[in-house]
């Protein structure tokens, strides 16, 4: 079935246009959302038809395989041309003049949209989601693949649509939508700074490289005594550590290494005694021995 001559056919909405920029028809207001000016014919037709409202479409550029979605804002373009933002044809690598496929679709209330603006000077803006906000309420729809424009403070900031649910292109006319951001495209991760390590735990390995060795058992460090309780006249200094090394054994030790008769003989007056002092000095002559019992 045919529509006044423009090819409308069958229960749908499904029409080939020429494309031109908002600037052709003094509209620049159509830049800062997805709207697209249609001819009255159009409007003709969609009235005979059982479509959903709000209205949304679905634009095809055959040529270049690109598909995007729009909504519609007025019908008094001319007949068989169609109006539209820049950034849009941009998306779809249009020219003027170019051959556009215009259908009516019924898109699902989208519930979550992932952002990605190009430069991160957007998010120098004092409320970028705020921003964004107020921009989208321009918008019927977003499909992902897309890239949208967002001016603000005499400057455009385009804006990638990464991942679009519950399904590639969602409405957004009247929904809760949760929005999230990705890293814009120029974003460098820092270099990361090596940690300077505490000054207290700097001290505590200090301390712990410099830590005191342990204290070594010091062998024959006491004072003779005698058995029978009466003092030494002569007391021998205690040894100390410095003199008690294994390249100097005591001298306990240098006596145990004398001749044989002198052994002997040390040990026999001993046992004639019966009595041991422990720490004399087994050099000693046994005159010297006997003037110590006596």
């Given amino acids: 079935m045919f529509f006044d001559g423009y090819g409308y056919h069958g229960t749908s909405f499904e ?6 920029p908002a600037s052709f028809i003094d509209k620049p207001q159509i830049e800062s959302g997805d709207k697209i000016i249609m001819p009255p014919s159009a409007l003709d037709r969609l009235a005979s038809l059982h479509i959903d409202y709000p209205m949304l479409f679905e ?9 995007s979605h729009c909504g519609v804002l007025e019908f008094i373009a001319e007949e068989g041309m169609i109006y ?3 950034w849009m044809m941009e998306n779809m690598l249009l020219q003027e003049g170019d051959i556009v496929k215009v259908k009516n679709v019924t898109l699902p209330k989208g519930t979550y949209v992932k952002l990605q603006p190009h430069t991160k000077d957007f ?8 921003i964004l906000e107020t921009t989208l309420r321009n918008f019927s729809c977003l499909t992902t693949g897309d890239s949208i424009m967002v001016a603000y403070n005499n400057k455009k900031y385009y804006i990638d649509i990464v991942e679009t649910k519950p399904s590639y292109a969602i409405s957004i006319i009247e929904t809760d939508c949760e929005v999230d951001f990705a890293p814009p495209l120029d974003y460098k991760e820092p270099d990361k700074p090596a940690a300077p390590v505490p ?6 390995q200090a301390q712990e490289a410099v830590a005191e060795p342990e204290p070594k058992f010091n062998p024959f460090t006491g004072v003779g005594r005698r058995l029978d309780g009466k003092p030494l006249k002569s007391q021998p200094p205690p040894l100390s550590s410095s003199s ?6 005591p001298n306990v030790a240098n006596g145990g290494v004398q001749s044989s008769a002198s ?5 026999s007056n001993r046992q004639s005694q019966g009595k041991l002092v422990f720490g004399s000095n087994v050099n ?5 021995n006997q003037q110590l019992l006596g």
């Avoid at 998010?123 to 705020?130: E, Y």
């Avoid at 052994?263 to 040990?267: C, Y």
């Avoid at 000693?284 to 010297?288: A, D, H, L």
Wanted: aromatic share 6%; net charge positive.
């Fill in 59 to 67: 634009l095809r550029n055959a040529a270049a395989e690109r598909v």
């Fill in 263 to 267: 052994g002997s003989t040390s040990q």
């Fill in 84 to 86: 539209m933002p820049y």
């Fill in 244 to 249: 008690t090394s294994k390249d100097k054994p």
């Fill in 199 to 204: 000054l207290n735990k700097a001290t505590a």
């Fill in 284 to 288: 000693r002559t046994p005159k010297e």
């Fill in 15 to 20: 029409q080939t246009y020429r494309c031109y």
């Fill in 123 to 130: 998010l120098d803006i004092s409320n970028p989601k705020a």
